[in-house]
Nanobody, 127 residues
Framework: QVQLVESGGGLVQAGGSLRLSCAASGRTFSRYAVGWFRQAPAKEREFVAAISGSGSGTYYADSVKGRFTVSRDNAKNTAYLQMNSLKPEDTAVYYC????????????????????WGQGTQVTVSS
């Protein structure tokens, strides 16, 4: 089992940057893929990015490709989401999730396939 805690959210102007962190408990973090999702008010939770346990595989939603970068440091049991060139439409609560499984993007992007979730961190981008 793994517990996840996100941090790093906040208020930023459009064009700015934030780096979110997802700290995990446990000694087997490298076995878990990590996904990042976001949920804006009155909208469904949507896939943002994901990284495999080793870090060798990554996926991105088209809406963030080229602006966001997912990474991880298994020695620190932490995954990161670097967000650059932020836009007002990036405003949402951001969640990290973990699961032992990896796979093709269409599968990884589904919210129901992730076993463990953090509590979320708010990101607000002002125009």
């Amino acid at each position: 089992q793994v517990q996840l805690v996100e941090s790093g959210g906040g208020l930023v102007q459009a064009g700015g940057s934030l780096r979110l962190s997802c700290a995990a408990s446990g000694r087997t973090f490298s076995r878990y893929a990590v996904g990042w999702f976001r949920q804006a008010p009155a909208k469904e939770r949507e896939f943002v990015a994901a990284i495999s346990g080793s870090g060798s595989g990554t996926y991105y939603a088209d809406s963030v490709k080229g602006r966001f970068t997912v990474s991880r440091d298994n020695a620190k049991n932490t995954a990161y989401l670097q967000m650059n060139s932020l836009k007002p439409e990036d405003t949402a609560v951001y969640y990290c999730a973990a699961d032992l499984r990896w796979g093709v993007q269409s599968t990884v992007a589904g919210t129901t396939r992730w076993d463990y979730w953090g509590q979320g961190t708010q990101v607000t981008v002002s125009s």
